[in-house]
């Protein structure tokens, strides 16, 4: 189990980084609403790794059975190696391959909010975003947010993972 949680952690790891750095080089020109869906995107394309590592475990290595905590255990191990390097990208990239990205960031923010919403309300939340560019200003909270974020997706795609691929032994053909 552990050869396979290191294995496809580190294929999704791999994985979620290449897309990233794709995505930063040539697609850096595109709206940041944009950028943020074709993240997300490839959050999901390198956590389907979670779905190949339980099969590849459930048929090479445990006779084709595959027990549902057994499933979550392989699915959460590959997520969180994940999880963990996209942190760690996420960290380096805002502190020094893009040290402004979180102004512009949060600028674009403000644009978007002050053209959509009354004065008032856009005020609000104006205060609102100052406060969580103090708090995210942090590498640390960057790290842990960016991390959770893949964490949670790789999450759902464990629990999904599981239940397709889960395999009794008396399920198995003689």
Not at 41 to 58: C, D, E, N, P, T
Not at 66 to 76: F, P, V
Not at 117 to 140: D, G, I, W
Request: net charge negative.
């Amino acid at each position: 189990m552990k050869q396979t949680i290191l294995k496809y952690g580190g294929y999704g790891a791999l994985t979620i980084c290449v897309l990233f750095l794709i995505s930063w080089f040539a697609l850096n020109d595109l709206d940041m609403g944009i950028q943020e869906v074709i993240g997300y995107a490839s959050m999901v394309v390198a956590l389907s790794l979670v779905y190949f590592g339980i099969r590849h475990f459930r048929d090479q290595f445990n006779n084709g059975a595959l027990t549902l905590g057994q499933g979550i255990r392989i699915g959460l191990g590959i997520s969180l190696i994940t999880a963990l390097a996209f942190g760690l990208l996420d960290v380096i990239y805002v502190v020094w391959l893009n040290p402004d990205f979180m102004e512009t960031y949060y600028q674009n923010v403000l644009s978007e909010l002050q053209a959509t919403l009354p004065e008032s309300e856009f005020l609000q939340r104006k205060e609102e975003l100052e406060a969580q560019k103090a708090l995210f200003a942090s590498p640390l909270m960057n790290f842990i947010l960016m991390a959770v974020t893949v964490l949670i997706i790789g999450v759902v795609i464990t629990l999904l993972s599981a239940l397709i691929l889960r395999r009794k032994t008396s399920d198995l053909p003689s």
